[in-house]
């Protein structure tokens, strides 16, 4: 599965963003799709899941009630809503996708990402 994440730009504080990754070739080898992210000099961090067939979902508590994770499976596109966005939030974003067979992030296929600027 090839993922690739865009969208990315330069925010005010408080404004709002979305992102999107678009999957491509075995899609129907995906169980999850997510979203994380990486500020400098900071680890990889996890941001929000999704199951791709279920649409069970899951997010890090530093963005639940501002971010919202979705899919459109007949597009094999995946997307983050990114509302009452903070300085903090700036880093690249990366879609990362969960496969059958090898349900791990660590084992799954990752984006090459996209940068996010918040500006104070």
């Known amino acids: 599965v090839q993922l690739q994440a865009y969208g990315g730009g330069l925010v005010q504080a408080g404004g709002s963003l979305r992102l999107s990754c678009a999957a491509s070739?075995?899609?129907?080898?995906?169980?999850?799709m997510g979203w994380f992210r990486q500020a400098p000099g900071m680890e990889r961090e996890f941001v929000a899941a999704i199951t791709w067939i279920g649409g069970s979902t899951e997010y890090a508590d530093s963005v639940k009630g501002r971010f919202t994770i979705s899919k459109d499976n007949a597009k094999n596109q995946l997307y983050l809503q990114m509302n009452s966005l903070k300085p903090e939030d700036t880093a690249v974003y990366f879609c990362a996708a969960q496969l059958f067979g090898a349900i791990s992030w660590s084992r799954g296929s990752w984006g090459q990402g996209t940068q996010l600027t918040v500006s104070s």
């Open positions: 070739g075995r899609t129907f080898s995906i169980y999850g």
